[in-house]
T-cell receptor, first 111, second 117 residues
Framework: ELKVEQNPLFLSMQEGKNYTIYCNYS?????LYWYRQDPGKSLESLFV?????AVKQEGRLMASLDTKARLSTLHITAAVHDLSATYFC???????????FGTGTLLAVQP | DTEVTQTPKHLVMGMTNKKSLKCEQH?????MYWYKQKAKKPPELMFV???????INESVPSRFSPECPNSSLLNLHLHALQPEDSALYLC????????????????FGAGTRLSVL
């Protein structure tokens, strides 16, 4: 059974600091996704990573994928308050497009 | 345009009511999904439709009945729900492209917040 774990579950950080969210998954997967969810809102697609060594960057967020370690990271550079949200990683399971989500990381950026 | 539209935004229903949630997309996506999300938890897949046919049912109780009338529309019919079914119900759609470089990103609607009294 494909399982996805994220850590930390909760991250409180100061503006201007850097930090990394980790996403581990248990079996081989074709694609890894990162989503953002604001409180009470829907999920916004941030990145999709397709191959080993893939790196994607958008603004202060950078995602990477190591398929051999079954690990993806979401790195936050010089955090700002607007980045406060819950971040989910997700992988597709098997031959379907079924998404298995990680536990989520609640990010709170303090001024 | 990557918009998935869900109606209603909020729904309150009693345990004996029958109601329906609606989802619409015009991106030409051939896969549509229903997810259930409880507070502070990740979304959990309920159903997947591929090319208007039900392809995955994650052992969802029969009080939830999905329907895909055409490639743009997805409904979720609700009947005799329980208070524990209160949650945010999210619809999503995606392409179903094959191959190593197919992204198949799932785009989510804003959700229907359901309260069962």
């Amino acid at each position: 059974e494909l399982k996805v774990e994220q850590n930390p579950l909760f991250l409180s950080m100061q503006e201007g600091k850097n930090y990394t969210i980790y996403c581990n998954y248990s079996t081989t997967s074709d694609r890894l996704y990162w989503y953002r969810q604001d409180p009470g809102k829907s999920l916004e697609s941030l990145f999709v990573l397709l191959s080993n060594g893939a790196v994607k960057q958008e603004g202060r967020l950078m995602a990477s994928l190591d398929t051999k370690a079954r690990l993806s990271t979401l790195h936050i550079t010089a955090a700002v308050h607007d980045l406060s949200a819950t971040y989910f990683c997700a992988v597709t399971g098997g031959a379907t497009n079924k998404l298995i989500f990680g536990t989520g990381t609640l990010l709170a950026v303090q001024p | 345009d990557t918009e998935v539209t869900q109606t209603p935004k909020h729904l309150v229903m009693g345990m004996t009511n029958k109601k329906s949630l609606k989802c619409e997309q015009h991106m030409g996506h051939r896969a549509m999904y229903w997810y259930k999300q409880k507070a502070k938890k990740p979304p959990e897949l309920m159903f997947v439709y591929s090319y208007e046919k039900l392809s995955i049912n994650e052992s969802v109780p029969s009080r939830f009945s999905p329907e895909c009338p055409n490639s743009s529309l997805l409904n979720l019919h609700l009947h005799a729900l329980q208070p524990e079914d209160s949650a945010l119900y999210l619809c999503a759609s995606s392409q179903l492209a094959g191959g190593l470089f197919a992204k198949n990103i799932q785009y989510f609607g804003a959700g229907t917040r359901l309260s069962v009294l």
